[in-house]
């Protein structure tokens, strides 16, 4: 067993840092901006949902669901390739 985890536990960092890249890319592109902000401040600020709530002006169960929401469009993001979706778009 030891062997397996040994083998298992190489420097993963280019996929660490591949996934942050497209968590950072799909926050951007395909959450809408209400969702992110709902996002941020519960995952970024530690806030709770009836404090997010609060600070939009909004119920705590909206806040849930578009918490919920936003969670689905990046997994969905992510499952899907998101090397392809979010590949960066030539300005010209």
Known sequence: MSLYSKAMAGD????????RRNVTLALREDVTPRQRECMLLYYGK????????EI?????????????RGERRLRRCL???ADQ???PRDPG
């Open 12 to 19: 993963n960092s280019e996929q660490v840092n591949r996934l």
């Open 46 to 53: 530690g806030l709770n949902m009836r404090e997010i709530g």
């Open 56 to 68: 939009m002006g909004i119920n705590k169960s909206t806040v849930s669901r578009i918490i919920k």
């Open 79 to 81: 499952r899907y390739g």
């Open 85 to 87: 979706l979010l590949a």
